[in-house]
C-alpha cells in the first residue's frame, strides 16, 4: 500500500513484527549516512561535542532521545529527528518537544531549531512545520543493480 504520493507506506506495507524490525534498521542506515553527510542537510553543521567528545548521535535527554543533535556554523543548535516512512503531525510533535528541551536546558545564550527528515510528509505535518519555524528534508533512496558476469 502507498501514501497519496507514492510512497510505500511500511506500516501498512508490513506486519507490525516485521514493520518494528525494519522501520529501526532504516532509521540506523539514515542516522549514518546522515553523520557522516550532514552538509547535505546543512552545509556547516557538525554533531554536538561535550568535554572533548562527539556526543550528537542518539543524544539522550529527559523523555526521549533525539536522533541527532547537531551545531551550526553560528554556533546554534540544530536538533535532527529522523523518520524511515512518511512523517506526520506527530512526528513535529516530537520534534519541538526535543526543540524545547535543547532551548530550556542547554542554549545558555544560543537558539535551537529543528530539522525533520523523512521520505514524506502528511500535509497536517507540513502545515505545522511551518507555523513552528521547523525545517523539512525529503530523502530518497536510489538502488541500482548491475550485472555481474559469472
Same mark, same amino acid.
Given at each position: 500500500?502507498? /501514501?497519496?504520493?507514492?510512497?510505500?507506506?511500511?506500516?501498512?506495507?508490513? $506486519?507490525?513484527?516485521?514493520? !518494528?524490525?525494519?522501520?529501526?534498521?532504516? #532509521?540506523?542506515?539514515?542516522?549514518?549516512?546522515?553523520?557522516?553527510?550532514? /552538509?547535505? &542537510?546543512?552545509?556547516?553543521?557538525?554533531?554536538?561535542?561535550?568535554?572533548?567528545?562527539?556526543?550528537?548521535?542518539?543524544?539522550? @535527554?529527559?523523555?526521549?532521545? @533525539? /536522533?541527532? *543533535?547537531?551545531? /551550526?556554523?553560528?554556533?546554534?543548535? &540544530?536538533? @535532527?529527528?529522523?523518520?524511515?516512512?512518511?512523517?506526520?503531525? !506527530?512526528?513535529?510533535?516530537?520534534?519541538?518537544? =526535543? &526543540?524545547?528541551?535543547?532551548?530550556?536546558?542547554?542554549?545558555?545564550?544560543? +537558539?535551537?531549531?529543528?530539522?525533520?527528515?523523512?521520505?514524506?510528509? $502528511?500535509?497536517?505535518? +507540513? =502545515?505545522?512545520?511551518?507555523?513552528?519555524?521547523?525545517?523539512?528534508?525529503? =530523502?530518497? @533512496? +536510489?538502488? !541500482? *543493480?548491475?550485472? &555481474? #558476469?559469472?
Amino acid at each position: 500500500m502507498e /501514501d497519496a504520493k507514492g510512497f510505500p507506506n511500511a506500516e501498512q506495507q508490513r $506486519s507490525p513484527e516485521e514493520a !518494528s524490525q525494519v522501520i529501526p534498521a532504516l #532509521e540506523r542506515d539514515l542516522e549514518e549516512f546522515l553523520v557522516h553527510n550532514l /552538509d547535505q &542537510v546543512e552545509p556547516g553543521l557538525t554533531l554536538h561535542w561535550e568535554e572533548g567528545r562527539e556526543v550528537g548521535r542518539q543524544y539522550e @535527554i529527559e523523555g526521549g532521545r @533525539i /536522533d541527532l *543533535l547537531c551545531v /551550526d556554523s553560528g554556533g546554534d543548535y &540544530v536538533v @535532527i529527528e529522523l523518520k524511515a516512512c512518511e512523517a506526520g503531525d !506527530s512526528a513535529v510533535g516530537q520534534l519541538l518537544g =526535543y &526543540v524545547g528541551y535543547v532551548r530550556r536546558r542547554m542554549c545558555w545564550g544560543r +537558539k535551537a531549531r529543528g530539522v525533520l527528515v523523512a521520505p514524506a510528509f $502528511s500535509e497536517r505535518a +507540513k =502545515y505545522a512545520a511551518a507555523l513552528a519555524g521547523l525545517a523539512l528534508r525529503r =530523502y530518497r @533512496i +536510489k538502488y !541500482s *543493480l548491475e550485472v &555481474v #558476469e559469472t
